[in-house]
């Protein structure tokens, strides 16, 4: 079947070491997004790739970056983790086709933790 | 987009129809209807979305008001694999811009009992 994937499911780091999180779909859809999701909060946007255009939130830490090497893969890079970056990270993808009303499938998420 | 505001959490019992509502009074035009849940330590599924006439499809039908101000999801068999926060999100559908934000509330938390 179609669809995003994410990996891993969990992820632990070190306060302050780098890590990268991956996310691939078998859509072929054009627009591939990066939410955050804390405890018990809604998912939030931190920025997304319509095509290789990178559309970034205004209120997005800067140590917050993204990479889409090609159609099918995007990554999440955290290039400093603090405490307050633990939470879910979902990859989602939409496909534009001028109607704009198309809905964006979402993957499992990655869970992050920061020791 | 449009607000939406939606009961806290709801309670159905296994096997009779779920019927999630959502007010939705400022929706202009233009602005679609998507319903999405999320399944505990799981990404959020799309269910199903509408514009102003009634959807249904293999999970679920949308009824939409014929003002439109408020929609009612309906899950016609629930089970308890349909435990989850349910989130009505009002956004614009053809807005020309090729991608868009989905702003989520803090949904209806389903409880689906034995």
């Known amino acids: 079947d179609a669809m995003v994937i994410q990996n891993p499911r969990y992820q632990v780091t070190q306060f302050g070491k780098p890590v990268t999180l991956s996310c691939s779909q078998t859509?072929?859809?054009?627009?591939m997004y990066w939410y955050q999701q804390k405890s018990s909060q809604a998912p939030k946007l931190l920025f997304h790739?319509?095509?290789?255009?990178?559309?970034n939130e205004a209120d997005t830490p800067d140590n917050f970056q993204s990479r889409r090497p090609n159609t099918s893969f995007c990554f999440l890079d955290i290039r400093s983790p603090g405490l307050g970056d633990a939470a879910m990270y979902l990859c989602?993808?939409?496909?534009?086709?001028?109607?704009?009303?198309?809905?964006?499938?979402f993957g499992d998420g990655t869970r992050l933790s920061i020791l | 987009d449009a607000k939406t505001t939606q009961p806290t959490s709801m309670d159905c019992a296994e096997g009779r129809a779920a019927n999630l509502p959502c007010n939705h009074s400022t929706i202009s035009g233009n602005e679609y209807v998507y319903w999405y849940r999320q399944i505990h330590s799981q990404g959020p599924q799309y269910i199903i979305h509408g514009l102003k006439n009634n959807e249904t499809n293999e999970m679920a039908s949308l009824i939409i008001t014929e003002d439109r101000k408020s929609s009612t999801l309906i899950l016609p068999h629930a089970t308890l694999r349909d435990t989850a926060v349910y989130y009505c999100?009002?956004?614009?559908?053809?807005?020309?811009?090729?991608?868009?934000?989905?702003?989520f509330g803090k949904g209806t938390k389903l409880s689906v009992i034995p």
């Open positions: 989602a993808t939409s496909k534009f086709t001028g109607g704009g009303n198309q809905p964006q499938h």
């Open positions: 859509l072929n859809h054009n627009v």
């Open positions: 790739y319509y095509d290789k255009d990178f559309n």
């Open positions: 999100i009002v956004r614009v559908g053809n807005s020309g811009a090729g991608s868009y934000q989905l702003t």
